[in-house]
RNA sequence: GGAGGAGUGGCAGAGCGGUUGAAUGCACCGGUCUUGAAAACCGGCAUAGUCGAGAGGCUAUCGGGGGUUCGAAUCCCUCCUCCUCCGCCA
């Protein structure tokens, strides 16, 4: 969420921003939040000086029982009840005017960066980063990855149909293993690269969902607990980032590198057909992912770093991928950059999205009140980043399609150690 | 799930209806002393909103929300969290 100071103060790059991601005739509503938040302060005054007043009389009163002045001190009780009344009027108008211009902020989207180009959709997204290599020349094995899993008893969709619905495959043999494989590769990268690891709880509350910006613009999004009023996590970035959730960090103890493996569950409403097929798209999928707290002289310098990892995964995997720079009609709600890794699925013949890596600035940090202190104590909102590193089911779908051989699926050799068999046949 | 107890500043810990935004100790920051350090001593040290050029003023905040009262950290209701005992259980 954005702060009204900074829209006040950044009048034109927050229009040119909201413009960049598409959005039209937002003058009035940023005339409108700037008035709301003018009147809230105006309220909020006249709302002090009522209550500095009765403040001041209640004092009085209490000399006067003490001098034993009952009478004086029962007149004065009679002007604080007129206070009170009108107090109550403005302690009303107040909360309206905080709740209506929340209303405004929590629906205006982050500030895309100056590198964010123009755009309406994923068309428009830039090639940050080709793939200048062959892609797998598969031959005469070229299988989707579904039938691949089905041929080889890896993964069985329609027991996982069985168990829960469509969405949530029930993973098998060397399927299963290789997902685990596949996690513990990513978490012994991350831990490589300086981040600490934690296993975080896999459902939040409604604080959490919020202080990430999953509530409310993804709310449907996400399988709501009702009973408990708890979300299952849509991805680590939520239970991960709301450890610092009203935290003000020292300086120093910046930058702050997490990583975190969870099953992430989504409930992607409305998505069916041809493209969803097998694994690329799911209920629930696993996913590792890295979440920094960084400085904000220092957050881009650590968005490159975190391509720089994404990018050596998918290099050991010995995957074909391109790096997007998204557009600010594809960029999320609350990211200001954020890159997209795809790797090319050869028996598909598609790209497919693995990866997220997001510098979301002070957006998230303004809801967490997540700030820093700098050496003279002076506080100031922190950045945040994440990015998966990596999603397991599309790799997985890859990994099997572009590693087919008619004989069986070669197994990179980073992997070895971790699946302890070097081909699925 | 049942019965009790507790939640106060970075931490520990007073206060239990009236200048208490909150004693005291520790931690932290600045200074004096010292060749240097420690100790000792002096001073500073919550957050947010708002007004002000600034000094500073005003308001709110003692787990969250609501209530009683002229006045609440202190009383009442409710929710949350933690602790103890009982029950159930991986």
Request: hydrophobic content about 35%; glycine content about 6%; overall charge neutral.
């Amino acid at each position: 969420m954005l702060q009204v100071n900074f829209i006040r103060e950044n009048l034109e790059i927050v229009k040119q921003g909201l413009i960049k991601r598409g959005f039209q005739n937002i003058d009035d509503t940023l005339k409108a939040v700037l008035e709301t938040d003018d009147s809230r302060k105006k309220t909020q005054s006249e709302l002090d000086d009522l209550l500095a007043q009765s403040n001041k009389l209640a004092g009085e009163i209490g000399q006067l029982y003490k001098q034993g002045k009952k009478e004086e001190a029962e007149n004065k009780k009679i002007s604080v009840a007129k206070l009170k009344e009108a107090a109550k009027i403005l302690q009303d108008n107040l909360t309206q005017a905080k709740s209506t211009l929340e209303e405004y902020l929590l629906n205006i989207p982050n500030i895309p960066h100056r590198t964010v180009p123009q755009g309406k959709g994923e068309n428009d997204n830039e090639v940050y980063k080709a793939w200048d290599k062959a892609f797998p020349d598969l031959k005469d094995a070229k299988l989707p990855h579904w039938e691949l899993a089905k041929k080889y008893e890896l993964i069985d969709f329609e027991m996982g149909a069985k168990i829960t619905g469509a969405g949530f495959p029930l993973y098998t043999g060397k399927g299963a293993k290789l997902q685990r494989a596949l996690i513990n590769f990513f978490l012994d990268a991350a831990e490589e690269a300086g981040y600490q690891e934690v296993i975080p709880p896999h459902v939040v509350n409604e604080a959490s969902a919020r202080g990430t910006g999953q509530l409310p613009d993804k709310e449907g999004q996400m399988y709501h607990i009702q009973i408990d009023d708890l979300y299952m996590i849509p991805t680590a970035e939520v239970p991960v980032t709301n450890i610092f959730r009203d935290v003000i960090l020292h300086q120093n103890d910046l930058p702050k590198k997490l990583s975190g493996y969870t099953p992430c569950f989504r409930r992607e409403a409305g998505s069916y057909g041809a493209h969803v097929r097998g694994l690329n798209r799911l209920h629930q999928f696993d996913k590792v992912e890295i979440v920094r707290v960084e400085h904000p002289d220092k957050s881009y310098d650590a968005l490159q770093e975190m391509l720089k990892h994404v990018e050596g995964l998918l290099d050991k995997l010995e995957l074909p991928y391109r790096i997007l720079r998204l557009c600010g009609g594809d960029i999320g709600f609350t990211s200001a950059l954020t890159f997209d890794f795809e790797v090319y699925s050869a028996a598909q013949e598609r790209w497919l999205e693995v990866s997220s890596v997001s510098n979301f600035e002070t957006f998230q940090s303004n809801r967490l009140k997540l700030r820093y202190k700098n050496e003279k104590g002076k506080k100031a909102l922190a950045h945040t980043l994440n990015g998966s590193a990596l999603a397991l089911p599309r790799i997985v779908a890859a990994l099997l399609e572009n590693h087919q051989t008619t004989d069986g699926i070669n197994i990179p050799k980073a992997l070895w150690k971790y699946t302890q068999f070097e081909k699925i046949s």
